[in-house]
């Protein structure tokens, strides 16, 4: 689960870490109130769960209140497009409006689960402000690692050890170090997968600020995290995508025009690889997982449908754990319900699939059956490129 930066800047400040002085409003007239109050000039950042804002045009200058509240204006309403949001961009629905700081220099500090050594590895460098993907292909050797014990959490000394290499003044040390600290803190006792302060700002002062985060939770840990749960800001998220989480389903958008019903995340890469392979485009697969029941199913064919750009349907099941007689009248019941009007493709195998095909075949339904995921593939392809061409 994602939360915005205004969000992440206040968890962190419980933990210690400085931030700037600011507040999250939702109208112009807010953003001058805010501004002034500051009394200083100040930055005006839509807050969005993406990164890329500034080269988008979402992170503003403002050198008053009233220009506070024009920039605010602006950014307010406005569709932000970033390398992060796709072509479609993300409604801009909030923006923070923060003090503008006198900067020295930028680092970069960010705690990350190393899945090499099944620990969190804390990276740090000197080049802040940056994509730090960016540096770690031109300029690896500018980025320094600490892996942290997470029976004894990370240590004072191996803060100190990177904060000189990092080039920090002896006299500023300590905060750093401090700094450090309750990053590792946020990360392990909030259940993060990822905390990430980019850039961390040294003042012209010599203070530690983290001009801006970005924190991203494990969504299996959330029962244990109700607080952060109710972080969750539903309008960032794809509606369907949200739909599927109430059924307890696994739903998740592309761009093609074949909707994929799978149980299980290699399943679903697999089926999605071997349809471009065949020349076809996903446009989303949906991951029944292994226990869904008859209804789950049936509420999962109807989210994939709801789909307008897809086309046609492949569904591609291993039944282990899930069986594929409940696959099969899952898709019956709702193929029935929803009066389906595409290329429907299905393909079993696994736990009763002799009695899921027999429901298959004996539904009256237009249902085109696979026995491998490249016939599967091969057809679905098929039959939406003639329906495509018959439009044509």
Known sequence: MNIHEYQAKEILKRFGIPIPRGHV??????????????????????QIHAGGRGKAGGVKLAGNAEEAGTKAAELLGKTLVTHQT???????????VEEGLKIERELYVGIVLDRS??????????EGGVEIEEVAQKTPE??????????VGLQPFQGRRLAYRLGIHTEHVTPMVTLLLGLARAFGELDCSLVEINPLVQTRGGAFVALDAKMNFDNNALYRQPEIATLRDLDEEDPKEVEASEFGLSYISLEGNIGCMVNGAGLAMATMDIIKLHGGEPANFLDVGGGATREKVTEAFKILLSDRRVEGVLVNIFGGIMRCDVIAQGVVEAAREIHIQV??????????????????????????????MAEAAEKIVKAVKEGERREA
């Open 117 to 126: 050594v099944s620990r969190p590895s804390l990276i740090a460098s000197a």
């Open 343 to 372: 290329p429907l493709v299905v393909r079993l195998q696994g736990t009763n699939v002799e009695l899921g095909q027999k429901i298959l075949a004996d539904s009256g339904l237009s249902i085109i059956p696979a026995e491998t």
């Open 25 to 46: 409003v939702t109208t112009p007239e807010q953003a001058r109130t805010v501004a002034r109050d500051l009394g200083t000039p100040c930055v005006v950042k839509a």
């Open 86 to 96: 796709g072509p479609q961009g993300r409604e801009v629905r909030r923006v923070l």
């Open 142 to 151: 500018k980025i320094f690692t600490e892996l942290v014990d997470p029976a």
